[in-house]
């Protein structure tokens, strides 16, 4: 999938767990995460993603729902938005994911 990549500050996922700033986590926008009643049960959660950016590729886990985001975004932790896009201050970059 072709899209943007923002960042985000660790907090209470919507699959049920709060991860940390050094793990290679991410959120996926609402609609393409599409979660249910429950969405500590979206098929989705816990699922690896690869995200590739102009500064390089991570693998990371899906841990939460970002209600904020256009279709195709997805908002990292610091950690990996650096790896693939590289200076926080660029704050959005594009990605592949």
């Known amino acids: 999938i072709s899209g943007d990549c923002t960042y985000y500050t660790p907090g209470p996922g919507s699959c049920g767990e709060t991860a940390t700033e050094d793990e290679m986590v991410v959120a996926v926008n609402m609609s393409q ?20 950016g102009a500064k390089g590729q991570v693998k990371a886990r899906i841990v939460d729902t970002c209600p904020g985001c256009r279709s195709r975004r997805a908002e990292t932790f610091s950690i990996v938005f650096r790896a693939v896009c590289g200076n926080l201050a660029m704050g959005r970059c594009s990605i592949l994911w």
Do not use: A, T
């Open 33 to 52: 995460m599409n979660n249910g009643v429950n969405p500590n049960e979206n098929e989705h959660c816990n699922k690896y993603v690869y995200i590739k």
